[in-house]
C-alpha cells in the first residue's frame, strides 16, 4: 500500500475524531443554501482534512464540500485535486447511528484513483489504490472484493428513497433488499455484501468519489445509467443517477 494512502488514512482517522468529539454533545445545526444540514462537527473534520492535505500536497487542490466551491472556469484545468465530503450522511449523525463517514478521494483525470472511507463510529475503514481495496478494522487490515450472489441483495438508502426504486427492483426480480445510510453503500458492494447500488436520486461529486473508487478497486462497475462512467471531470458538481454493480 502507497504511503500517500497510508498518509490519508491518518487524515481520515484524525477528522473522524474530530467528528466523534462532537458526537455525544447537544449538536448545533445550521442550514446550508440548499437546506441541508451542517454541524460543528462537518467543519470541524473539515479543517482537520484541508490542513492537512495543504501540508502533505500543497501542490494539489481541494474541492470539499464545507469549503468555498472554486470555479468551473479555475476548476476545468485541474488535472489532479482531492475531493472531499468530511462528514458523509449528515442526517445519520444527527440520528445517532452511526452511518456516516469521512470522504477523501484522489482524483486524476477525472477518475477516483485513491480513496479513504472512514467510518468512526463504526470503527471501520475502507481503503483503495484504484486495483485493490481493503477493510481496516480493530482485527486488522484485509483485502476485500465484490463478489455474485444466487439471490443478489441491493442496497439502498436510508435517509433519501427514490419513487425509480421499484421500477429498478421489479425489474430485477428476486432479490433482498438492505437499508443503509451514506457512502457506506458503496462499500457494502465492494465487501460482497450486497450486488446492486442503484442510486435514483440527487447526490453531489464529494458524495461518491471515495465510495466509488473503493466499489471499483474491489471489481465493481460505477456507470451512469446510460453505461457510461461516472466522471468527475465536469462543470456540474450535481451526480447523474448511477449504478454500482459487477
Known amino acids: 500500500m502507497s504511503t500517500r494512502l497510508e498518509s490519508i488514512y491518518q487524515v481520515a482517522l484524525e477528522a473522524g475524531q474530530a467528528i466523534m468529539d462532537c458526537y455525544h454533545s447537544n449538536v448545533q445545526v445550521e442550514a446550508k443554501a440548499d437546506n441541508s444540514p451542517v454541524t460543528e462537527a462537518d467543519l470541524a473534520a473539515n479543517a482537520v482534512i484541508i490542513r492537512h492535505l495543504s501540508e502533505l500536497t500543497p501542490e494539489i487542490p481541494v474541492l470539499s464540500e464545507e469549503s468555498a466551491h472554486t470555479e468551473w472556469q479555475e476548476r476545468q484545468h485541474w488535472e489532479t485535486f482531492w475531493l472531499v465530503d468530511p462528514l458523509d450522511g449528515t442526517k445519520e449523525f444527527l440520528r445517532r447511528n452511526g452511518e456516516f463517514t469521512v470522504n477523501i478521494a484522489l482524483i486524476q483525470a477525472g477518475k477516483p484513483v485513491l480513496a479513504v472511507v472512514h467510518a468512526p463510529a463504526l470503527d471501520k475503514t475502507w481503503l483503495a489504490d484504484g486495483s485493490k481495496a481493503w477493510l481496516q478494522t480493530k482485527a486488522g487490515r484485509e483485502p476485500i472484493r ?15 428513497p427514490s419513487p425509480d426504486m421499484a421500477a429498478f427492483l421489479e425489474k430485477l426480480g428476486q432479490h433482498k433488499m438492505t437499508e443503509v445510510g451514506s457512502s457506506l453503500k458503496f462499500c457494502l458492494v465492494a465487501e460482497g455484501r450486497a450486488q446492486f447500488y442503484p442510486r435514483l436520486g440527487p447526490t453531489m ?41 459487477l
Open 146 to 160: 465484490a463478489r455474485t450472489a444466487t439471490i443478489p441483495t441491493v442496497v439502498g438508502s436510508r435517509s433519501h
Open 205 to 245: 461529486m464529494w458524495d461518491t468519489a471515495a465510495g466509488q473508487c473503493v466499489a471499483e478497486s474491489a471489481g465493481a462497475r460505477v456507470t451512469q445509467l446510460n453505461g457510461e462512467p461516472l466522471r468527475y471531470d465536469r462543470e456540474d458538481l450535481l451526480n447523474p443517477y448511477f449504478l454500482v454493480a
